[in-house]
């Protein structure tokens, strides 16, 4: 079982910048993938970004690209999310979630762990 803690949503004004975390527990594994998605209210939940735990590669949304960086200290079990430019569309809960397998992937439904969420609310 693996345990997923986000932090560092917030409320921030147009062109401001947040820093997620992902504090990740238990049976992890560093081979496998982890992923960055948010829900608005009343919408399905989006992928962000996804990224490998060995070997770094990473994948974004076209919504994000250029605004949004996914990293990952391995050795803290950390997943973050760094956003910068956010736009009131941006505003949302983001999800973080690991799967069991050593790649990215866009597809909520291949994610096996998944976090409580945070939310993030960017102001006009």
């Known amino acids: 079982q693996v345990h997923l803690v986000e932090s560092g949503g917030g409320l921030v004004q147009a062109g401001g910048s947040l820093r997620l975390a992902c504090a990740a527990s238990?049976?992890?594994?560093?081979?496998?993938?982890m992923g960055w998605f948010r829900q608005a209210p009343g919408k399905e939940r989006d992928f962000v970004a996804a990224i490998t735990w060995s070997s770094g590669i990473t994948m974004y949304a076209d919504s994000v690209k250029g605004r949004f960086t996914i990293s990952r200290d391995s050795a803290k079990n950390m997943v973050y999310l760094q956003m910068i430019s956010l736009k009131p569309e941006d505003t949302a809960v983001y999800y973080c979630?690991?799967?069991?397998?050593?790649?990215?992937?866009?597809?909520?439904?291949?994610?096996?762990?998944w976090g409580q969420g945070t939310q993030v609310t960017v102001s006009s």
């Open positions: 979630a690991a799967r069991k397998f050593a790649s990215v992937s866009g597809l909520s439904r291949n994610y096996d762990y």
């Open positions: 238990g049976r992890t594994f560093n081979s496998n993938g």
